[in-house]
């Protein structure tokens, strides 16, 4: 499949670990990045590269591939951490970007 | 600091054209580095990549809105334009601009706040 499949909704006790998965063929051999939104704001990323944090992001946010499935984990989720996370990648052209449908995060 | 500012009208009428230009301050667009991209939200849904373009004019489209979209580069004046023709409701979103990190990992590395556009007669 050339699209990107990410579970719509996952909630995560305050403290506690949460994987946001992001299923897609292209994801074998391309890497994913990971953008959190939260209304009223600028997305921003947090992963990319598969697990490559920009600056400012905290260490408890880290990412992993297996296969066709890229991952985001969130350690010791903060309520700060809630909101809409999003994986992205490029097609086997590198001509096309796509993004995930999106998980809902919540923090319980 | 990398700025990014989307503009435009809010409303557009059904079937004209929407415009909308990202000015970028803190980085010239001029960079070799980077793309410069535009996606767009409507209201309850996911993300939707549109276009690319690259300092040069080289521009990349997401293949299903191709046909109606241009986009464009001004190295003079810093900032990119997005053009959507014969638009109807389902274009109603926001759209944000935002700049390609193309070294040594491609992704979306900077983004704007993002422009609500709403297609309605």
């Known amino acids: 499949s050339s699209e990107l499949t990410q579970d719509p909704a996952v909630s995560v006790a305050l403290g506690q670990t949460v994987k946001i998965t992001c299923q897609g063929d292209i994801l074998a051999t391309s890497y994913a990045s990971w953008y959190h939104l939260k209304p009223g704001q600028a997305p921003k990323v947090v992963i990319y590269g598969i697990n490559n944090r920009p600056s400012g992001i905290p260490d408890r946010f880290s990412g992993s591939r297996s296969g066709g499935t890229a991952s985001l984990t969130i350690t010791a989720a903060q309520a700060e951490d809630e909101g809409d996370y999003y994986c992205n990648s490029r097609d086997s052209t590198g001509e096309r970007w796509m993004f995930g449908g999106g998980t809902k995060l919540t923090v319980l | 600091q990398l700025q990014l500012q989307e503009s435009g009208p809010g409303l557009v009428k059904p079937s004209e054209t929407l415009s909308l230009t990202c000015v970028v301050s803190?980085?010239?667009?001029?960079?070799?580095?980077?793309?410069w991209g535009w996606i767009r939200q409507p209201p309850g849904k996911g993300l939707e990549w549109l276009a690319n373009v690259y300092h040069n004019g080289r521009t990349y489209y997401n293949p299903s809105l191709r046909s109606r979209l241009t986009l464009s580069a001004d190295t003079s004046t810093n900032h990119f334009s997005l053009s959507l023709s014969s638009v109807t409701a389902a274009d109603t979103a926001v759209y944000h601009c935002?700049?390609?990190?193309?070294?040594?990992?491609?992704?979306?590395?900077?983004w704007g706040q993002g422009t609500l556009v709403t297609v309605s007669s």
């Open positions: 935002a700049r390609v990190s193309l070294v040594p990992h491609v992704y979306f590395d900077q």
């Open positions: 803190g980085a010239s667009i001029s960079s070799t580095s980077h793309y």
